[in-house]
């Protein structure tokens, strides 16, 4: 057996005019990779590829070791998805949308199933229509979570929803990882969800992966720089990443700490993980040497 819950490998995929190209992805048993990046990176297009939603022109992924052409039944059985598109009737009450997903899996999760209803204070009367877009979205999750999968995607679960409710997302996320058989994917450009929950962050811009690092160690190799208009030199600026005006001179991102720490009219802070997407985006991606 794999020690990685999903392994992508080499993977592209074309939709109209938009290119996956040759991603390599891997997310560690036990852990919850945050895949970032802004509105029409290709966070969504990726995670549709991955669940052979959408047709792959080369790649291939792997689900705990097993290819999930061959293996569908097994795979998706232990997989639990939230797609960022609404998928269920909105005439039909919970039950009954419980009632009709249900027989894709072996054994009775009725249980489950209506305590998970409870702990999000789902009124199990009423339509899935009537329910709020916060309400919709953790009934999604009750879905994707009532048959305790091993391998749970997230597409943007937290968009669009209010602070109380993406709390509640993300305690329930992390309750779920107290078990150490069990992986997330977790796409959002809500990167302070991330910072909260993340083990590895992965950044994906037009179609291609920027980095896919360990989140302490991205977050310990880049400083924030502020730089006294004064101070800036020519071999400063070469230094900074997405360098830009800003109040007191200028901002940008460094990962070369060590040699900036120190200087005169120079002051560094840890930076967040939207200063990393950020300033990379600035600079087309591009922030490693
Ligand atoms: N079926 C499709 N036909 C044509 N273009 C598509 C299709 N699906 C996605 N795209 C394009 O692919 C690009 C990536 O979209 P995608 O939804 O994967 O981005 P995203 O990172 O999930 O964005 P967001 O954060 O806004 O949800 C976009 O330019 C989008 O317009």
Request: proline share 2%; glycine share 12%; aromatic share 2%.
């Given at each position: 057996m794999s020690d990685n819950a999903l392994d992508v490998k080499?993977?592209?995929?074309?939709?109209?005019?938009?290119?996956?190209q040759d991603i390599n992805l891997s997310v560690q048993k036990g852990t919850i990779m945050g895949l970032i990046g802004e509105n029409g990176a290709g966070k969504t297009t990726l995670i549709k590829s991955i669940l052979n939603r959408i047709q792959r022109e080369k790649g291939k992924v792997f689900f705990h070791g097993k290819e999930l052409v061959g293996n569908e039944k097994a795979i998706k059985a232990k997989l639990g998805v939230v797609f960022d598109e609404n998928i269920y009737p909105g005439s039909y009450k919970p039950k009954k949308i419980y009632k009709s997903f249900a027989p894709f899996y072996k054994g009775n999760y009725e249980k489950r199933f209506f305590e998970l209803m409870e702990r999000f204070k789902l009124d199990p009367n009423k339509k899935f229509i009537d329910y709020s877009k916060g309400m919709q979205v953790k009934f999604s999750i009750v879905m994707a979570l009532f048959h305790d999968p091993d391998l749970i995607i997230l597409d943007e679960p937290t968009a669009g929803i209010d602070p109380v409710a993406r709390t509640d997302i993300l305690d329930l996320v992390l309750d779920i990882m107290q078990n150490e058989e069990k992986s997330v994917l977790f796409s959002t450009h809500i990167t302070t969800d991330l910072e909260k929950i993340a083990d590895f962050i992965t950044l994906i811009d037009r179609g291609r992966i920027v980095f896919s690092e360990q989140k302490d160690e991205l977050l310990d190799s880049f400083a924030?720089?502020?730089?006294?208009?004064?101070?800036?030199?020519?071999?400063?600026r070469d230094n900074l990443i997405g360098v830009k005006k800003s109040l007191f001179g200028y901002t940008g991102l460094s990962?070369?700490?060590?040699?900036?720490?120190?200087?005169?009219?120079?002051?560094?802070?840890?930076?967040t993980i939207e200063d990393i997407m950020v300033y990379s985006n600035e600079v087309g991606g591009d922030i490693y040497d």
């Open positions: 080499g993977l592209s995929a074309t939709v109209g005019g938009f290119k996956l924030v720089v502020n730089v006294e208009e004064s101070a800036m030199t020519d071999t400063l990962s070369d700490k060590e040699v900036l720490n120190g200087l005169s009219g120079i002051k560094l802070a840890r930076p």
